[in-house]
Structures are given as C-alpha cells and as structure tokens.
C-alpha cells in the first residue's frame, strides 16, 4: 500500500510539473516565394508537407514543442486548429528577416539603380549574373519581393525582383525558346543594329494605375510648346469637344527646343533650362490642368536622344568621331549615346518631374534610337559602349529601365519607332526592333507617314497619294511583329496630318479631312486598334479644323461593330 502511494504522489508531481505551452508570434522566412509547413508523425519520426504558404505569413509558435527529423529542427505552429511544423531557420521574430536568399540570379538583363530617387544607373546586370542580396523594399502577397537591395562587382544598388530568379540555371533559359528562338534567329542583321536573339522576350507584367486609366482607343491631337499653341489651350478643347478626340500629346523636350524650365534640366543641362521658356511653367500647368477638367488623357512628349544642348553641356556623353575625339554631328545635331546611362538618367527624371509637377498620364519618348543613314561613317565613329551591348539590345535596356522608373510615380510609357521597323527579316540599322520594344512598352508609337515611303515601297506607286493603301500594308506588318511578341504593347500610331512635302512631289495631295480618315481607316482595317496621333509640327488650329470630320468618327465603335 505504502508503495503504490509513493508511486501515484510521483506521477502526480510529474504531472503537476508539466509546463503549458508557450505561445509566440513569429513569422515564416524563406528563400524563395513560399514556404512548406509539415504534418509531424510521432510514431514514424518523419515530417510530410501539409501546407503552403507566402513568405511573410504571421503565425503562433508553439515555441517549447519542437522536434528534429533528419538532423533539422522543426517548431511547431497552430494552423487552422492544427498542430502543424515549419523548419526552425525558417521562423523569425523580426518581420522584415523573412527574404532570406542571399542571392539570386538575373533572368532579364536590367540596370542596377545605385539612387532610386534619382534613378541613377550604378550598374548593368547580364542574364545569368549572380549578384548578393543585401536587403530588399518590399514583399507582396505572393511572397515576390519588388527590389533586392544587392551587391555585385564592387556595384551596390536595387534590382527589381522581376528579373531574378533563384537558380542559375533557370537564369539562362529564354522564354518559351522552342517558339521564339527560332523566329529571332531567323532576322538578319544586314546593317549592324545588333542580333534579335540577343534581346530579351520575358513577358512584361501590365501595369493599371487605380486613378489613372488609358483610354481603349486613344484619339490624340499634338501640341507643340508654342504660347500660340498650348497658351491657348480653351481653343483646342473646344475643337477636340466637337469631336471623338480624347488624348492631347504636349512637347516637353525636343531637339533644341525644351519647353519650361524644368528642375531636371537645371542639374543636368544647364543649356536645355537656359533656352527653356521663362515663364512656360505657369503655361503648361494651366493646359495640363484645363485637358484633365474636361476629361482628357495628357502625355507628355520628350525627345531622348538627339539633344545638341545636352552634348554641348556634357561632351563625354556624345557619339564622337574617332580621329577627333569630338562630338560627332548628324543631320544637323549632335547626338547624345543611347548607351549612356547619364543620358537615360536625364531624360527618365525630366519625365518623372513632369508626372509628379503636372501629372502627364503617359511619357511619350521620341528619337528612342542611335542616328540613321550611319552605314558609310560607322567605322569613324565612337559610340562609347561601355556594357559591350549590341544596338537593339541598349534600345531595349533603356525602355525597360525607363518604365519601370516612370511606372513607380503613376505613368504610362509609350516609345516612338520609325515605321521601317515594322517590317520582318532584320534589325534596323538605329537599333529599333518591333518586338523588342513593343513586348516592354506600354503603348508603341509607328511613325509610318505616307510621304516617308520611297516610290513603289509595298509595291505602291505614290504611296503618299494613297493613305489607305499604304496604311493598311503597313499595318499588317505590325500585327505579324506583334504575334512573335510574348505582352505586345498597344498600337497607337502617328498619321500624317500635313500635307505631302513639296520635295517629294509637287503634285502630292493634300492631307484634308478625306484624306486623313483614309490613313486611319487603313489602320483599323488591318487590325491596328489603338488609336493614332496626329503629327502636324506647327500644330495648326486651322489644319486641325480642316480635318475636324476625320476626328469625329469613333472608329474603334464601328470597328467593334462590324467584328
């Protein structure tokens, strides 16, 4: 009797001492998206997966009840009324310790910013780079982060995840390359703008501001940044209200013709804010506002890189001759290089000002392209290419670099190309490939104006005596450039709207109302649904009118009808 009472007073007192379990926050780590939570057989000793969640997922640990399996540490966590496990290394109290890849590896070639705020370049990063994490901004729902704060190459900067990916392996692969691959090989590359294979495909994820909607179809007028134009802004929305117009495109910058006095151009080219306009501040602020009372969608239009005043401000970033060493001058200008980063800089934070002082909805960039017509001079001439990147490929680089800098303050980006670029079987010789750019961009701008086309191009003769035709040929060219294109952006194209220059032919027509609607109709005909913008460089209220019943026809509606 004795005895037995002994024994129950021990087990009782064991009982008595059996502590509760201890409850902690903590939150789920892990080196890629997700993390695995695991179900714990005590029987069997083993763990099996039971659940997945995203990296950053809140949880109550079950701190004092931990088990190792396989020389790994599990604790356990209440999950919906289970006991379920997660591994030790991968439980944090700290909710910003839950991105725990020390490095990752780049997928998409893209710039390392070293300032975001000024998104300034630090560095480039090639397709298959390792770089080392450091940090990071933040996480989203799916786990994804959106910047890697990294190092790499003594470079130290922020790498949006999107173009990272957790194996090297995966790093190297190009995206769905048994479709692809074959039609990129297949463009030649007959005058040196650089192989299409070498350019990048990832599909681009697409971007919709909450406050800020693109039109379907976009029915745009441009302005040029004369007081006589956008100083009277009342007498073109009066116009535009007359008709299906909804997008006006106003000059921010073009070629030795900036418009206000912006910040930008203080820092970086003292000549471009000098011959700005001193008091066109207060001028583009009112048109941009009174566009956006009544109802219109504003893009800002900047030309990139033909810019005479920023090389005569900054001579080492120009295109130069080799004998010399001095800026090399082309069609009356002289030349920034698209490879240089200083450049991309200048005009991305000239466009980010304008968004965040005047809220443009949309940067429209111009000149997004090394100089034509270089053929005979390319040996003589230094194009400075630090990264060893090919034409297309710098091309490319810049309009993903600029989106992605533009998206982040609520804009979209459209890209300017010559027309010649729609055409299949090569790469241009200023490095504008269709496919490259449109698969980035948010709207891709042809400029395929019918006196441009040389006699009999198409097999049309006078094609600038003959709107539709030449449209429409021209524009299934684009749709085929567009279905070898993985997220092609919206076709939104330039029209002529002046009429044939006298130097192309005397007797060419003019371009009224009749004839405009032609050039649009050729469009819509090919499958082209995006809308057009009007390239008039006087920008004539008086032209304008004249065409006024080309603009009162809502052709994506009938489009729409009719298909």
């Not at 701190?63 to 790994?72: Q, S």
């Not at 966590?77 to 289970?82: A, F, I, L, P, T």
């Not at 109709?521 to 006024?548: F, P, V």
Request: aromatic share 12%.
């Amino acid at each position: 009797m004795r005895r037995t009472l002994t024994l129950i007073l021990i087990a009782a007192a064991i009982v008595g001492c059996k502590s509760e379990d201890i409850l902690e926050t903590r939150y789920l780590g892990s080196q890629t998206h997700t993390s695995i939570l695991y179900s714990y057989n005590e029987d069997t000793d083993e763990v099996t997966p039971a659940d997945t969640l995203v990296r950053g997922a809140k949880l109550t640990a079950v701190v004092n009840r931990t088990e190792t399996v396989c020389e790994v540490d599990y604790m356990a966590v209440k999950r919906d009324e289970k006991l379920l496990y997660a591994r030790s290394t991968e439980l944090t109290t700290d909710p910003r310790a839950v991105v725990m890849e020390r490095s990752v590896f780049v997928r998409t070639p893209a710039s390392i910013i070293s300032d975001i705020e000024h998104s300034k370049v630090g560095g480039n990063a090639d397709k298959g780079a390792e770089v080392e994490v450091i940090g990071y901004d933040t996480i989203d729902v799916t786990g994804r982060v959106n910047r890697y704060h990294v190092r790499m190459d003594q470079v130290e900067g922020w790498l949006y995840g999107k173009y990272a990916v957790f194996e090297k392996e995966e790093s190297l692969k190009r995206y769905k390359a048994e479709e692809y691959d074959k039609v990129h090989k297949a463009v030649k590359n007959p005058f040196g703008g650089g192989e299409a294979i070498g350019c990048d495909f990832y599909p681009t994820e697409r971007v919709v501001f909450e406050n800020n909607k693109m039109p379907e179809a976009c029915y745009s007028l441009y302005l040029n940044i004369s007081p006589a134009v956008i100083g009277k802004i009342d007498d073109y929305i009066a116009l535009a209200k007359q008709t299906k117009i909804n997008t006006f495109v106003i000059d921010i910058k073009d070629n030795e013709c900036p418009g206000y006095k912006a910040e930008a151009m203080k820092i970086y080219s003292p000549t471009n804010y000098a011959r700005a306009g001193a008091n066109k501040e207060a001028m583009y602020a009112k048109a941009v506002k009174r566009l956006h009372e009544e109802g219109f969608y504003v893009v800002g239009r900047i030309t990139c890189f033909k810019d005479s005043y920023l090389v005569k401000d900054h001579p080492e970033v120009a295109i130069t001759e080799k004998a010399t060493g001095m800026p090399f001058k082309h069609n009356k200008a002289y030349w920034p290089s698209p490879y240089d980063r200083t450049v991309w800089q200048f005009n991305v934070e000239l466009a980010k000002e304008a968004v965040r002082k005047f809220g443009f909805n949309e940067i429209n960039f111009d000149y997004v392209r090394f100089p034509d017509r270089m053929t005979k001079v390319e040996q003589f001439i230094d194009y400075h290419n630090k990264y060893d990147e090919s034409k297309v490929q710098a091309i490319q680089r810049f309009v993903q670099y600029a989106c992605d800098e533009i998206h982040a303050v609520g804009a979209y980006v459209s890209i300017d190309v010559f027309g010649e670029a729609a055409n299949p079987g090569y790469t241009t010789a200023y490095g504008q490939y269709w496919p490259a750019i449109s698969n980035i961009a948010d709207a891709i701008c042809g400029m395929p104006y019918p006196d441009h086309f040389s006699n009999g191009y198409y097999g049309i003769i006078k094609p600038w005596n003959h709107p539709y035709e030449i449209l429409r040929a021209w524009g299934e060219r684009v749709v085929a450039r567009q279905e070898v294109t993985p997220t092609p952006a919206v076709v939104r194209t330039w029209i002529q709207a002046y009429n044939v220059m006298r130097h192309v032919d005397r007797n060419g027509i003019a371009y009224n109302a009749e004839n405009v609607e032609k050039e649009i109709r050729g469009l819509y005909d090919a499958g082209l649904l995006g809308g057009y913008t009007t390239w008039h460089s006087g920008s004539n209220i008086n032209k304008y009118r004249e065409q006024m019943a080309a603009f009162q026809i809502d052709y994506l509606q009938e489009w729409k009808s009719k298909n």
